[in-house]
């Protein structure tokens, strides 16, 4: 007789799809992994590409000032550290054009070098000197007999109506100026007055009033 239900001989036909295998599931895992480090290799390669391009374009402070003050419209400025400097770009040039008259598009990537007492305009890349903007800058204290006593000398003769750019020396100025002109300041100390006029430098002992160097330029 036979009995309802399923005999103990019954062999089943299922099996189990290759993808519920778990070889099949070690095998994705391998796969999703290698992706993942594929993609790091590329965006480590692209970053290490990008970084060479910024490097390219970067520049030294010392090389930037050295090129910007070899032109005589900068040459005044020779050891002397701007106060700011800014490129111009899209996104400043409306707010500078405000600031300053004449800038157009084709000074993009051109430089602003702030002194105390003028912006000198300077294109990096073709190095040139764009233009200079004066600043209106208040008078420095002087001792009350300091034109009187420099004036004197015959080194200054004929310079009394001219406005000179500097001020007194520091160690660090001093100290770059050697390394640049050594002749011109070899005697020069801490505490002297550099004074730059159109056509002379000198170098001015006050505490001594001792004319250091006078030094014809152009």
Do not use: C, W
């Amino acid at each position: 007789m036979v009995k309802g239900g399923i005999g103990s001989g019954y062999t089943s036909s299922y099996r189990e799809p290759f993808y519920e295998k778990g070889v099949f599931q070690y095998i994705k895992l391998v796969l999703i992994i290698a992706t993942l480090i594929v993609g790091i290799f590329i965006l480590l390669k692209t970053n290490q590409i990008t970084g060479a391009a910024v490097a390219q374009q970067t520049m030294s402070i010392e090389d930037f000032l050295s090129r910007l003050t070899s032109h005589p419209e900068a040459q005044a400025y020779v050891g002397v550290s701007p106060l700011n400097v800014i490129q111009i770009n899209s996104n400043n040039l409306p707010n500078l054009q405000a600031q300053i008259a004449g800038l157009d598009l084709s000074y993009l990537g051109s430089f602003l070098v702030q002194y105390s007492n003028a912006i000198v305009i300077y294109d990096y890349d073709k190095d040139i000197v764009r233009g200079t903007v004066a600043l209106q800058q208040p008078q420095a204290t002087l001792p009350t007999d300091f034109s009187a006593k420099l004036y004197a000398h015959p080194e200054a003769a004929g310079l009394e109506n001219e406005q000179p750019v500097g001020g007194q020396l520091d160690a660090n100025s001093l100290a770059t100026l050697r390394q640049q002109f050594p002749n011109v300041y070899a005697n020069a100390k801490v505490g002297d007055f550099l004074l730059r006029y159109q056509t002379k430098l000198i170098i001015y002992d006050y505490a001594n009033d001792v004319i250091v160097n006078a030094v014809n330029l152009g």
